[in-house]
């Protein structure tokens, strides 16, 4: 079983201590910032100044850093390549490979999406690695959400790790009764009804008796809810939400004036 | 068909040390009762025998096949393996289909296929419900339609993880008349329990293992004879060989008929 | 007037064409110590469910009779009041974890964050609950991690620490250990003396022997046999009947026809069976 199902690493930084409305708000203005943001550098500058420095802040450097290099680096590797050979615009050949060319503007065009993808998902990265999720949902709860819409975001993310324990043990279980999982692809699909069964039968189970469980503990109780954390919202929080939201209404504001 | 198991090691990819070298064999015929407390090693080890696992260092054999050449499919015609939850295996619309499901798996003819089945469904009580829905049969009989899917294999090595939890006393005798009627078919059954007088009842060796390491390992009246040894792996030994020990009885006895004998 | 109260409860879920409890009468006095045993399909669970509101109001189906719980009728109540006064824990720990929470701490509070307990209340009352159950060292470990044996006590933390004044455990030990289940009997029992209601489904006739007051026998949705835990665990009719019985009791019964066992009353326990084995001349071998 996985010990820790969630990024959050519990540090003492000042994004740590801002109020998780105020970080969602954040990544919001960086990803619209990036995507319109009239001039050319904006993503660039975002990608590679701004986001390292905000994960400094973070004191999380060296685990954005890691992610970056194993994860984002290489999505945003492919996703340029892909647009840059086959974006079809532009006559300036910079680049041939057998039927394949690269066009001025295809590689300029290609290398700020990457760069405007390494900004979205840095973000959300950051955020992930700063924010606790039960202080996020609590957060939201306490502004409105819906509680069961909460849980139900909650209880996914968590749930899904232990279906795919369960999934495991049920390929297990079926292997030791002499089924074939290896194999070209009719072998595998025919191994799936096996799989397939067991385990919507032990979710509906399952989620029946979750439902009893957290009833059982007062969930649908008509008492204003508490949280054990304190979610932190000061008057810089407050400060920042009205500049971040002065940044994206310029964002656009600037975007349809130039267009 | 023995098991040989040389220096096994095992270390999961958490960096878990599991099993910290293990050595035994057991002969063609036995009936081996594994304890010890939880995390000692016991289904780490087991998952070994029928590949599910492979050694980090060391060697498990089945006869003479080396389970680190064989795949999970092809142990199976060797070593069946009932897993402790039937939810988790269950998936056909009626009974027969479920426990035909193995020995087709197996690559058995027809008429040998029906035979395996129709045993196996003799063996654990569910002749006239061959074609039920499993998931209409309650727990109990869910359970007792996982052990037959195993035993329709006919594999000379059966394993069995955890059989008696959550059964009532009902479904434990069957259980245990199960492994009665196997031992007499020659098969060798070795169970991972920690219901201890069931093991002193029913399995003739006992195998305690803590934190990775055989701690003892030995006929079931000397093994369980152990209190202050066992008590390293958290395990108890039987009601009535604590009973026999309080009443002073020279002799370890681990089941009503030696009790009642020593008492005379 | 008992506080709790089943006056001929008949209930059948929506699906089945039997009733699962029929015409049962029950009555527990607040602080009593019940302990429920039964075959598989005697109706235990739904009896436990009926306790704690789940029967009818979560399951539907059809019921007759009344359920009242410290004075308040189970039809005349809504599930979310209900479950204030009534706890339930039961056998499946892994399906019990709220899945909203990353630790046992935060597990264990996510029940008082639901009825709106203050902050600096809700972490004194959820340490002293897992004080209580010996399961301090896993705050900080998150549920999934640990152990079938662990989570059962902390689905049991998590119900104890909402102050229930009836609580309802259905098997709730069925995967500890000898020792895990010696201190969640002992446990439980002081919360019985302290005033706490407490319906527990168990198999272990041992443990019911030395803590509960009394013991009901369920069999095919009817109670069959109820009183002192001694009476009913030695009753002949309970093997008969497919119940899990003591082996100091079996071994003892057949003492008794061997004349070796010289008592009028046999033993559950060790210690009731050494103690009946050494005197009056049924001693051993030496």
New interface residues.
């Given amino acids: 079983m996985p010990e820790r199902l969630s990024f959050h690493i519990k540090r003492d930084s000042a994004l740590h201590h801002l109020n998780p409305l105020t970080k969602l708000l954040l990544v919001l203005t960086l990803i619209l910032t990036a995507f319109l943001a009239p001039f050319y550098w904006t993503p660039h500058i975002l990608a590679v100044l701004f986001i390292p420095l905000l994960s400094m802040l973070g004191k999380v450097g060296r685990e954005y850093f890691s992610t970056a290099i194993r994860l984002i680096l290489p999505a945003a590797t492919f996703l340029f390549a892909m647009q840059a050979f086959f974006q079809p615009v532009g006559e300036e050949i910079i680049f041939e490979f057998y039927f394949l060319d690269i066009t001025r503007e295809s590689f300029l065009f290609a290398f700020s999406n990457a760069m405007r993808i390494v900004v979205m998902v840095s973000a959300f990265t950051i955020f992930l690695l700063t924010t606790h999720p039960s202080e996020l949902m609590s957060d939201l709860t306490r502004r409105g959400l819906p509680g069961q819409f909460a849980y139900v975001i909650i209880s996914t993310l968590q749930i899904l790790p232990q279906m795919q324990a369960k999934a495991q043990t049920i390929i297990s279980a079926q292997r030791s009764r002499g089924l074939e999982t290896e194999g070209g692809f009719f072998k595998r699909a025919g191994a799936l009804v096996p799989l397939i069964g067991p385990l919507v039968f032990g979710s509906l189970v399952e989620v029946e008796e979750r439902a009893i469980a957290i009833e059982a503990r007062g969930f649908t109780s008509k008492h204003v809810k508490t949280s054990l954390h304190e979610i932190p919202d000061t008057s810089t929080d407050k400060l920042l939400r009205w500049f971040l939201t002065a940044l994206i209404l310029a964002s656009i504001g600037l975007r349809i004036w130039l267009s | 068909m023995n098991i040989e198991i040389k220096d096994l090691r095992f270390t999961y990819p958490t960096g878990l040390e599991a099993l910290k070298g293990i050595s035994l064999s057991v002969n063609a015929g036995e009936q081996v009762a594994i304890v010890g407390q939880n995390g000692a090693g016991k289904t780490t080890l087991v998952r070994h025998f029928n590949g599910l696992l492979r050694p980090s260092a060391g060697s498990v054999w089945i006869g003479d096949w080396d389970t680190s050449k064989y795949s999970v499919a092809k142990l199976a015609s060797r070593v069946g393996y009932v897993f402790q939850n039937p939810d988790e295996q269950l998936f056909s619309r009626d009974v027969l289909t479920e426990v035909a499901f193995g020995p087709k798996n197996l690559g058995y003819e027809k008429d040998k296929v029906d035979a395996l089945v129709k045993r196996a469904l003799s063996l654990t009580e569910l002749n006239d419900q061959t074609e039920t829905n499993p998931y209409d049969l309650s727990p109990t009989w869910r359970k007792m339609v996982a052990l037959a899917s195993i035993i329709a294999m006919d594999t000379p090595i059966v394993i069995f993880d955890e059989p008696t939890t959550g059964q009532d006393a009902v479904n434990v005798a069957r259980i245990a008349n199960v492994i009665a009627e196997l031992k007499k078919e020659g098969k060798t059954v070795i169970t991972i329990t920690h219901d201890i007088d069931f093991c002193a009842e029913n399995f003739e060796r006992v195998i305690a293992l803590s934190k990775g390491e055989v701690l003892l390992d030995g006929p079931a009246r000397e093994v369980l004879g152990q209190e202050e040894i066992l008590a390293q792996t958290y395990v108890d030994p039987p009601q009535l060989t604590r009973l026999g020990k309080m009443l002073g009885l020279k002799a370890t006895v681990i089941n009503q008929e030696e009790f009642l004998n020593a008492l005379k | 007037m008992a506080f709790v109260n089943f006056q001929n409860v008949t209930y059948k879920y929506p699906l089945t064409k039997t009733p699962v409890l029929k015409n049962i009468n029950l009555q527990v006095n607040e602080g009593e110590f019940i302990a429920v045993m039964g075959?598989?399909?005697a109706g235990k669970s739904t009896l436990c469910?009926a306790l704690?509101g789940?029967v009818p109001h979560?399951f539907k189906g059809e019921i007759s009779g009344e359920i009242e719980v410290d004075g308040k009728k189970s039809s005349e109540s809504t599930?979310?009041e209900w479950?204030?006064n009534v706890?339930?824990?039961?056998?499946?720990p892994?399906?019990?974890?709220?899945?909203?929470?990353?630790t046992v701490?935060?597990e264990i509070?996510?029940?008082?964050?639901?009825?709106?307990?203050?902050?600096n209340e809700?972490?004194d009352r959820v340490d002293e609950a897992m004080a209580l159950t010996g399961i301090r060292d896993l705050a900080d470990?998150?549920p999934?991690?640990l152990?079938?044996?662990q989570q059962q006590r902390v689905?049991l933390t998590?119900?104890l620490v909402?102050r229930p004044r009836l609580l309802v455990l259905d098997?709730p030990t069925?995967?500890m250990?000898?020792?895990g289940t010696r201190e969640v009997f002992g446990v439980v029992r002081k919360m019985a003396e302290e005033g706490m209601t407490v319906v527990m489904v168990e198999?272990k006739v041992?443990w019911i022997a030395h803590f509960a007051d009394r013991v009901i026998a369920l069999n095919e949705g009817q109670v069959l046999m109820e009183g002192k835990p001694n009476e009913v665990l030695t009753a002949d009719l309970l093997?008969e009947k497919?119940?899990?019985?003591?082996?100091?009791t079996?071994?003892a019964r057949?003492?008794q026809q061997?004349g070796?066992w010289k008592q009028k009353q046999l033993p559950v326990t060790?210690f009731e069976?050494?103690e009946g084995?050494?005197s009056k001349g049924g001693?051993?071998?030496?």
């Fill in positions: 075959p598989n399909g469910y704690a789940f979560f599930l979310d479950v204030l706890g339930l824990a039961f056998q499946n892994f399906n019990q974890i709220s899945g909203a929470k990353y701490f935060e509070a996510f029940g008082l964050e639901n009825i709106g307990v203050p902050r809700m972490k470990r998150s999934y991690s152990s079938g044996g689905a998590s119900i909402m098997e069925s995967q250990d000898p020792i198999h041992e093997p497919g119940f899990g019985i003591s082996r100091y079996s071994v057949q003492a061997q070796l060790l069976a050494a084995f050494t001693g051993g071998s030496n």
